[in-house]
């Protein structure tokens, strides 16, 4: 990577958090679907609060709560200092967490610190993440394990990103017979490889596909949440892609209809249910609806990018555990008292 292409990965990267604090980037006429559903209340719960439970596991990982931060950032100083400021809270929340896209640590080492998590986060799952369209860009299975190596991950997260792609000023939108080379990544390696869109969703024959291609983990990423064309749409000096930018506000599949579709269609998959998360109780919907963990990205940033470090990590611990708190209630007033009976509840209706 030559020092022009890593100064403009370096202001890409700036700017795309600089956008997400400042400006209006979620989604416009398109909600996550959480908000259609409703738990019934049950009166007479039979467990004490105290034992209700938020622990369980991932591909053999213990965790505290089935809760993910999502991938966001890398490639900078100040994604370095968010990253390591999300990875020490979910070690001590136990919620496993992503990391942004890789791509700038693969094509310079230097940049590689900023995705290096693992002496903050020495036990919680952490995933890896590369654009899955960088492997028809120069990209293959060495590469792929090369981010894993960086990371010292546990799994490896291929993004779906074709919509913002066409929109960033810098995109590549050759997203041709990538399925094989997914097949390719997923044979190749000795983690797990996932697949995630990243906010406009994934629909049940495509998640077919890739489970049939090897991938062992699906990340919806639904609509409802962060629009990235509408991000990119402040990055653009293009009038003609900031005008289309409009026109797709609301495009993409609901994070609560990704999730439910996906499931019904593949009984067996692991599914990660993120884009527009906010709450707990929307992580306790997203269980109920067939998740396996509920992501939060976006609603995290400001705190994790405070100026001050340690107001930053009182901020996102009391985040975390608040986010916890009212799942854990809203466990409660079903009446389950683990996440598997959360999962096969019958008490999470249509509004």
């Not at 209006?24 to 105290?50: D, M």
């Not at 492997?135 to 990103?161: K, M, P, Q, T, W």
């Not at 992501?295 to 705190?303: A, C, H, K, W, Y």
């Amino acid at each position: 990577m030559s020092v022009d292409q890593q100064a403009a990965t370096a202001k890409r990267k700036g700017e795309h958090i600089r956008i997400c604090l400042q400006e209006q980037v979620n989604s416009v006429g398109i909600e996550t679907g959480l908000g259609r559903y409703r738990f019934k209340h049950n009166a007479l719960p039979e467990l004490s609060f105290a034992e209700v439970s938020l622990n369980t596991d991932w591909f053999g990982k213990k965790l505290g709560a089935p809760l993910l931060v999502s991938s966001m950032t890398g490639g900078t100083d100040e994604a370095g200092a968010i990253n390591r400021r999300l990875a020490v809270v979910a070690e001590t929340r136990g919620w496993a967490i992503g990391l942004g896209s890789m791509r700038a640590a693969i094509e310079n080492e230097q940049l590689a610190a900023s995705f290096s998590i693992r002496k903050d986060a020495p036990t919680v799952p952490v995933i890896a993440n590369i654009g899955a369209v960088q492997l028809n860009y120069g990209f293959g299975v060495e590469s792929c394990r090369r981010a894993v190596d960086i990371a010292e991950a546990d799994a490896l997260v291929l993004h779906l990103n074709s919509m913002q792609e066409v929109f960033q000023p810098e995109g590549d939108t050759d997203f041709r017979n990538l399925l094989i080379s997914i097949e390719q990544v997923c044979r190749s390696l000795n983690v797990p490889v996932g697949v995630k869109e990243v906010g406009w969703g994934i629909d049940a024959e495509t998640a077919a596909a890739l489970v049939g291609a090897g991938v062992s983990f699906i990340d919806a990423a639904g609509a409802g949440g962060t629009s990235w064309s509408q991000v990119e749409k402040f990055r653009s000096t293009d009038d003609l892609r900031r005008q289309a930018a409009e026109a797709f506000a609301d495009w993409g599949i609901p994070t609560a209809e990704s999730v439910t579709e996906i499931r019904a269609a593949l009984p067996e998959a692991n599914i990660i249910a993120s884009g527009g998360l906010r709450t707990g109780v929307d992580a306790a919907k997203a269980i109920a609806l067939g998740a396996n963990l509920a992501g939060f990205g976006r609603v995290l940033l400001p705190q994790a990018a405070s100026s001050s470090k340690e107001v930053s990590q009182e901020q996102l611990l009391q985040q975390f555990e608040r986010i916890e708190f009212e799942m854990r209630t809203a466990m409660f007033g079903i009446g389950v008292g683990t996440v598997n009976e959360l999962r096969q509840t019958n008490r999470l209706i249509l509004k």
